[in-house]
């Protein structure tokens, strides 16, 4: 069964440290990839999303998230957070047919100014 | 509407009673997915309908859990003589249909937060 592994549940930085947010999946196929966010009280939110092309994708606030085929992985990059980052982020995945999303368990980042 | 939206927000149930919950997705998007957050996990797959039919009922946990679609809108989880592992988040998310290698965003509702006591 495919699977979505997020390595840090809960990361702590301070304002203009840089973000990386680990995602590796276990499906050896064609995938689509997903980060999206939630911020405290708000709805989940699509962040960015890759399905194929350049393994570079940047999405809204500054994110960006490379894929790595080789290594499985999908992680999710800010050069500076800002406060307003805080929520938690989920990847996801999706392969074969349909809409169909397996989710990472999520990391919580917070960020102290 | 402007969003997917679910209702209620927050419900508490007795153990062994049956709850419903609602959702009503963004007008036109023909397909709706309903996932579930248990607390400090990730959200899980329950059920996609694409119109008024499931082709993908696969998360459904057990025959306790059903849901339905009408009219190509609001959707219905039913979950039956409820059990404590069932207190959760339960998500709402709807998208334009899936089309052929084509990924449609899904939207996602606020949630029903469900409290088996």
């Known amino acids: 069964a495919q699977s979505v592994s997020q390595h840090n549940h809960h990361v702590i930085l301070s304002e203009a440290a840089s973000l990386e947010l680990g995602c590796n999946y276990s499906?050896?196929?064609?995938?689509?990839l997903f980060w999206y966010v939630q911020y405290p009280g708000q709805h989940l939110q699509l962040l960015l999303k890759?399905?194929?092309?350049?393994?570079l994708v940047k999405g809204i606030k500054g994110f960006e998230a490379e894929f790595i085929k080789s290594k499985f992985s999908f992680n999710l990059r800010k050069p500076s957070v800002q406060w307003s980052d805080t929520a938690e982020y989920f990847c996801?995945?999706?392969?074969?047919?349909?809409?169909?999303?397996?989710f990472g368990a999520g990391t919580r980042l917070a960020v102290h100014p | 509407g402007a969003g997917v939206s679910q209702s209620p927000s927050n419900k508490v149930t007795e153990k062994g009673k049956d709850v419903e919950l609602r959702c009503d997705p963004i007008?036109?998007?023909?397909?709706l997915y309903w996932y579930r957050q248990r607390l400090g996990q990730g959200l899980e797959f329950l059920i996609y309908?694409?119109?008024?039919?499931?082709?993908?009922k696969s998360g459904l946990p057990s025959d306790r859990f059903s849901a339905e679609r009408t009219g190509e809108s609001v959707s219905t989880l039913t979950i039956q003589r409820t059990q404590q592992e069932d207190s959760a988040v339960y998500l709402c998310?709807?998208?334009?249909?899936?089309?052929?290698?084509?990924?449609?965003?899904?939207?996602f509702g606020p949630g029903t937060r469900l409290t088996v006591l």
């Open positions: 998310a709807s998208s334009l249909d899936f089309f052929g290698d084509k990924i449609n965003e899904q939207f």
């Open positions: 499906y050896g196929g064609t995938v689509n």
């Open positions: 890759y399905f194929s092309g350049d393994p």
């Open positions: 996801a995945v999706n392969s074969g047919g349909y809409n169909k999303l397996i």
């Open positions: 007008s036109g998007h023909t397909a």
């Open positions: 309908f694409q119109g008024n039919s499931a082709p993908d």
